[in-house]
């Protein structure tokens, strides 16, 4: 498989319960990201590892979520105490550190998404 | 603030004819800027992308033009094809969202009718 693969797919919960998400990058890729994707916007970073270091979050990362990449392989997604507001599609991305080339190759490459509904 | 802009939440071609998407930038510190697809229940994927220090790159029926001056980039799909229904994603990098990271707009839903 060359692709990102995310998991589970679909995850309905109920809110105040923990979620987490799973992401497995392409192999040779040291960069992984996480975006979250709301109804009608487009996909809004969260936080990026290089190798199993998380070197940035963002502001829309609040203290319920955290995510790991022990390994420097699969990364994990958690968010505790879901809100309603949590409710949205997980996109997980992965490339190989490095500008773009103009031949367009070295992008972020992203999975299918894990969509979360917290009733 | 957004920082990427794209104005038409969708746009409807018949087929065969140009579809011309438009998109919107205010930060002049992005370096590249990218074209994604998006099929439902699939991930965004790549389309075309150009550098800032471009103002054209094609590639088979897309064209990306960019236009510095105006912080305004546009792609251009000739033929438009049935095929090419999808949501469609600008999205530039150099600004945030990590290193390498993208900064998207919210889309446009583009409607090949047959």
């Known amino acids: 498989d060359t692709g990102v693969s995310q998991d589970p797919r679909h995850k309905i919960t109920k809110r105040g319960q923990n979620v987490t998400f799973r992401c497995d990058p392409i192999s040779e890729h040291n960069r992984l990201y996480w975006y979250r994707q709301t109804l009608g916007q487009g996909p809004e970073f969260l936080t990026y590892f290089q190798n199993e270091a998380q070197l940035e979050k963002s502001r829309l990362l609040s203290d319920r979520f955290s995510a790991e990449r022990p390994k420097g392989s699969f990364s994990t997604l958690e968010i505790q105490r879901t809100e309603q507001g949590d409710s949205a599609m997980y996109l997980c991305?992965?490339?190989?550190?490095?500008?773009?080339?103009?031949?367009?190759?070295?992008?972020?490459?992203f999975g299918a998404g894990s969509r979360l509904t917290v009733l | 603030d957004q920082q990427v802009k794209q104005n038409s939440p969708s746009l409807s071609v018949q087929e065969g004819r140009i579809s011309i998407l438009n998109c919107d930038y205010t930060?002049?510190?992005?370096?590249?800027f990218l074209w994604y697809k998006k099929y439902p229940a699939e991930g965004p994927t790549f389309l075309i992308s150009i550098s800032s220090i471009k103002d054209k790159n094609e590639d088979g029926r897309f064209t990306v033009f960019l236009n510095k001056s105006a912080k305004h980039l546009s792609l251009h799909i000739v033929p438009s094809q049935p095929g090419d229904s999808a949501v469609y994603f600008c999205?530039?990098?150099?600004?945030?969202?990590?290193?390498?990271?993208?900064?998207f707009g919210k889309g446009t839903h583009l409607i090949i009718q047959p």
């Open positions: 999205a530039a990098r150099g600004a945030g969202g990590g290193a390498d990271g993208l900064t």
């Open positions: 991305a992965s490339k190989v550190s490095g500008g773009l080339q103009q031949s367009g190759a070295n992008v972020l490459t």
């Open positions: 930060n002049s510190m992005f370096d590249y």
